[in-house]
Nanobody
Framework: QVHLVESGGGLVQPGGSLRLSCAASGFTFSSYAMSWYRQAPGKERELVAGITGTGSATNYADSVKGRFTISRDNAKNTVYLQMNSLKPEDTAVYYC????????WGQGTQVTVSS
């Protein structure tokens, strides 16, 4: 069955960086776009970034453009989210998702940006 496991979250100071990873199994990874979402307390879950199956195209929320980079390694069945210049408003639980409209989500990893 489909299994997505995020890692790499933690506490970081404003201006710092983190790299999230999402290890996938149970499906042909390279055949699917992958995406990262986040949900802050009291807010709706929102799309952060997405990447095509080949990695040839990416898209980002306006709030993270120029700071976050999504990438994937199809040999390792893993998608990444490099987050730089982090701000307190980036604090959220981050989830990876298979494609953009599936019910396959990871369990989430907490990112807290605070001094």
């Amino acid at each position: 069955q489909v299994h997505l496991v995020e890692s790499g979250g933690g506490l970081v100071q404003p201006g710092g960086s983190l790299r999230l990873s999402c290890a996938a199994s149970g499906f042909t990874f390279s055949s699917y776009a992958m995406s990262w979402y986040r949900q802050a307390p009291g807010k709706e879950r929102e799309l952060v970034a997405g990447i095509t199956g080949t990695g040839s195209a990416t898209n980002y929320a306006d709030s993270v453009k120029g700071r976050f980079t999504i990438s994937r390694d199809n040999a390792k069945n893993t998608v990444y989210l490099q987050m730089n210049s982090l701000k307190p408003e980036d604090t959220a639980v981050y989830y990876c998702r298979r494609s953009y409209a599936s019910n396959y989500w990871g369990q989430g990893t907490q990112v807290t940006v605070s001094s």
